[in-house]
């Protein structure tokens, strides 16, 4: 009966290991609405966004600008925005006590109707 469970985990393992990796690339390929500057269409400002990415490992990479777009997305759709706009981050800096923390920043916006844009 242990023999069956391991081949039955094994079995099992390929195939779970693909769907995450299928679900991690549609996450990678997913439009994500984080922009570097400005947009070309009236909104409002939600609020800032200012925060700081912290690593778990010592040896864990710096986030990539994917990442950081990823993790202010997030935020801002937390706070109901429909975009986040002039994203920035910097350099990942890391003491003895902190592993490593790279802060990131952005404005959560949403974006006006017809009626709203015209009213303004």
Same mark, same amino acid.
């Given at each position: 009966?242990?023999?069956?469970?391991?081949?039955?985990?094994?079995?099992?393992?390929? &195939?779970?290991? @693909?769907?995450?990796?299928?679900?991690?690339?549609?996450?990678?390929?997913?439009?994500? =609405?984080?922009?570097? $500057? +400005?947009? +070309?269409? =009236?909104?409002?400002?939600?609020?800032?966004?200012? @925060?700081?990415?912290?690593?778990?490992?010592?040896?864990? &990479? @710096?986030?990539?600008?994917?990442?950081?777009?990823?993790?202010?997305?997030?935020?801002?759709?937390?706070? $109901?925005? +429909?975009?986040?706009?002039? &994203?920035?981050?910097?350099?990942? !800096?890391?003491?003895?006590?902190?592993? $490593?923390?790279?802060?990131?920043? $952005?404005?959560?916006? !949403?974006?006006? +109707?017809?009626?709203?844009?015209?009213?303004?």
């Amino acid at each position: 009966m242990h023999h069956l469970l391991i081949a039955i985990g094994m079995l099992m393992a390929p &195939a779970t290991a @693909d769907n995450n990796a299928e679900a991690s690339l549609a996450i990678e390929n997913a439009t994500i =609405p984080v922009y570097n $500057g +400005d947009v +070309d269409r =009236p909104y409002r400002v939600i609020g800032e966004i200012k @925060d700081n990415l912290r690593k778990h490992f010592a040896f864990q &990479a @710096d986030p990539t600008e994917q990442k950081v777009h990823a993790e202010l997305w997030e935020r801002g759709r937390k706070m $109901g925005a +429909d975009a986040v706009i002039h &994203a920035r981050y910097g350099p990942t !800096k890391g003491t003895m006590i902190n592993l $490593g923390r790279t802060p990131i920043s $952005g404005i959560a916006i !949403k974006f006006l +109707d017809g009626s709203e844009a015209s009213a303004q």
